[in-house]
């Protein structure tokens, strides 16, 4: 069994042409340092509850299934007694209910269930997304001559053509990855100044930052600086969780997703390691925004629930979560079907084409900019453990307090002062259920042993 190897640089990103000449390493490192805002971490508060097991067996029975009335996951209680795993998090106002089809992608990609074999080799394929570019284009947009009466109309042509839209590590057509591709595309247009985020003072994409720079260095009789490429993706910051032995309870206290960026060479995939300022600046402003962004439009938190998803899923594989109960988890890790949600096989790429005149001497200077690129999705550091606060071990008696006595239900609510007379009556048990195995492990590549392996590109 192997892994694949790093997949950074043959994913591409945003790709933009910049008239900002590179950073020094000591102002790149300076930036680096203050782009990442430390995020706060968040208080246990049990809403609401799902037993997988009770999920599972609705499943089995062919009955509907649904995360009722969860609209986050906060972690989740191992119930050793009742053989179950039970999730717990929000049920908040006016928020969309999370979607079981995502929770079980998540949570088969970090059991290993999405691998290939090539040469007689098995490689886990890391989950991720991709729009990738076609160079040709890049190569047909330098041919365009300044001068050309159709040059606008052959620039929009070219830029046009479609861009491959890649899957891997998890099912293609599903919804998990429709929300990650259509997050990238739109962060794109954000990007290019064709979509403006609607929150209050929004910041600015950077084609409206470099075309008023490069218009200022061309009023002054300077170079318009040296032309490059960024792309920027999305990734997990800093992730953490507690984990209170006591009461078998884990809470994801810390789940931050940023906006990363990186150079790339000329007409290529491949990253030159340089950092841009305007490039820099957009990714940062909009880390620094990322809670303004995930009230600002839908796709935005649903972007942020499925990191979420594969944060937690990512944990129970790492603690074995379904060993430790004896959990029949062949339903949810193999024999349930997924609904198809189709993902377009290509998009078309993304740019914009300025014109700048300078009357002195019948100048006349041309400006491209060219989002002809794609991004991948995924985590590049491990999941942190950090110190238990008192909250977490009483969520967790909370959640299993809650439960409704006859422990056929789905889901429930989970409400304050629940535990109020809990140790005076018997914590309620379900008749013992057969453990039903999944399919047999024998050649089954194993999980990587961690957020950052699963989710390395």
């Known amino acids: 069994m192997r892994f694949e190897p790093n997949r950074r640089h043959i994913v591409a990103g945003g790709l933009a042409a910049s008239l900002t000449p590179l950073l020094s390493a000591p102002a790149s490192a300076a930036l680096e340092l203050a ?15 799902v037993s997988l097991r009770r999920l599972s067996e609705a499943l089995k029975q062919g009955k509907p299934a649904r995360l009722e009335g969860f609209t986050r996951l906060d972690g989740f209680i191992c119930d050793k007694e009742n053989q179950d795993i039970v999730l717990w998090g929000l049920s908040e106002r006016n928020q969309p209910e999370l979607q079981l089809a995502d929770l079980v992608v998540a949570l088969r990609a970090a059991h290993g269930r999405y691998y290939e074999k090539r040469d ?16 040709d284009a890049y190569r047909e947009l330098d041919k365009i001559a300044v001068r050309d009466p159709a040059r606008k109309t052959k620039h929009a042509r070219v830029c046009a053509n479609p861009q491959t839209v890649r899957v891997e590590g998890m099912p293609r057509n599903s919804r998990v990855a429709k929300v990650l591709v259509d997050a990238d595309y739109r962060m794109k247009m954000v990007s290019q100044g064709s ?56 809470f994801l206290d810390t789940a931050q997703v940023v906006l990363r ?6 007409n290529t995939n491949i990253a030159s390691g340089k950092v841009d300022p305007i490039s820099r600046a957009f990714a940062c402003a909009w880390t620094a925004r990322m809670e303004d962004v995930y009230r600002a439009e839908p796709i935005w938190r649903d972007m942020h629930n499925i990191f979420r998803l594969f944060a937690v899923s990512r944990i129970i594989a ?10 029949a988890q062949d339903m949810l890790l193999d024999r349930y079907e997924l609904p198809v949600v189709p993902v377009p096989n290509s998009l078309p790429g993304l740019g914009r084409w300025e014109e700048f005149n300078k009357r002195e001497r019948r100048v006349s200077t041309l400006y491209v900019n060219r989002v002809c690129g794609g991004v991948s999705v995924g985590f590049t550091k491990p999941i942190d453990t950090v110190d238990v606060a008192a909250e977490t071990p009483s969520s967790g008696r909370t959640v299993i307090a809650a ?51 699963l989710f390395k590109t």
């Open 120 to 135: 007689g080799v098995t490689y886990i394929v890391q989950p991720l997304i991709s729009i990738d570019p076609n160079l």
């Open 261 to 266: 960026d990186e150079d790339q060479r000329e």
């Open 195 to 250: 979509l403006t985020l609607p929150i209050s003072s929004p910041f600015p994409g950077t084609f409206t930052v470099r075309l008023r720079e490069w218009r200022d260095r061309i009023e002054r009789g300077l170079d318009r600086g040296p032309g490059h490429k960024t792309r920027y993706w999305f990734e997990p910051g800093r992730f953490s969780y507690q984990y209170s032995e006591e009461a078998d309870t884990v």
């Open 403 to 453: 439960r409704p006595p006859e422990l056929t239900a789905v889901s429930w609510a989970v409400t304050p002062g629940v535990l109020k007379g809990i140790f005076e009556r018997p914590r309620p048990k379900s008749p013992a259920m057969p453990v039903a195995p999944s399919a047999p492990d024998v050649g089954r590549p194993k999980p990587p042993g961690s957020l950052k392996d």
């Open 318 to 327: 790492d603690r074995k979560a379904f060993q430790q109960v004896a959990f």
């Open 35 to 49: 782009c990442d805002p430390r995020p706060r971490p968040a208080t246990a508060k049990p809403e609401r509850a």
